[in-house]
């Protein structure tokens, strides 16, 4: 079945950058995009972008245009979602997930936190 | 940016009650809607997609139902695993767009 890991908590501090991995397994990682959503604490949630592994094409939500890269090691199944300048508001559980429009499995999420 | 308005926010129920969630678009949005649901601690579960299409797995105590811009998540008979949050996303246009989410909780 399909199965996306994700790396583990960390803290940064504002104006830092952040890398969350998401290892697939259970199906062929070109196949199907992978998306990024966040919560920050008590909200709802939140898209951010998407990537297709197999072209390397991404698109990003208009907020996040200029600080967010998606990227992706196709040979170990691995995608990555980098987050530059962050602020306090960036403080989420991220989350990535496979679908092209509605969002099928999920990564078990990272919590991020960024302090001053 | 298409926005999605849920309502309630909070809903109090019991085990059996029917319960009825409701998701608006402010555009129509077709039939692009999907529903999850979210336990404390744990991603997103994908319950129904294209607004009323049951993800394998998923009881039948749940249907949606619904288009344009306005949906509804609908649960028969609520059981214990059922108290959650629910969220619903439209994916007519990116960005993609989530309701602010509506958690069931235990009267």
């Known amino acids: 079945q399909v199965q996306l890991v994700q790396s583990g908590t960390e803290v940064k501090k504002s104006g830092a950058s952040m890398k969350v991995s998401c290892k697939a397994s259970g199906y062929r990682f070109i196949t199907y995009d992978i998306n990024w959503v966040r919560q920050a604490p008590g909200q709802g949630l939140e898209w951010m972008g998407w990537?297709?592994?197999?072209?390397?094409?991404?698109g990003y939500a208009q907020k996040f245009q200029g600080r967010l890269n998606m990227t992706s090691i196709n040979s170990i199944s691995t995608a990555y979602m980098e987050l530059s300048s962050l602020r306090s508001e960036d403080t989420a559980i991220y989350f990535c997930a496979t679908g092209g429009s509605y969002l099928d499995n999920w990564g078990q999420g990272t919590l991020i936190t960024v302090s001053s | 940016d298409i926005q999605m308005t849920q309502s309630p926010s909070t809903l109090s129920a019991s085990v059996g009650d029917r319960i009825t969630i409701t998701c608006r678009a402010s555009?129509?949005?077709?039939?692009?809607l999907a529903w999850y649901q979210q336990k404390p601690g744990t991603a997103p579960k994908l319950l129904i997609s294209?607004?009323?299409s049951l993800q394998a797995g998923v009881p039948s105590r749940f249907s949606g139902s619904g288009s344009g811009t306005e949906f509804t998540l609908t649960v028969s008979s609520l059981q214990s695993d059922d108290f959650a949050t629910y969220s619903c996303q439209q994916y007519y246009s990116y960005p993609w767009t989530f309701g602010q989410g509506t958690k069931v909780e235990v009267k």
């Open positions: 990537m297709n592994p197999r072209n390397g094409n991404t």
């Open positions: 555009q129509s949005i077709s039939s692009w």
């Open positions: 294209q607004a009323s």
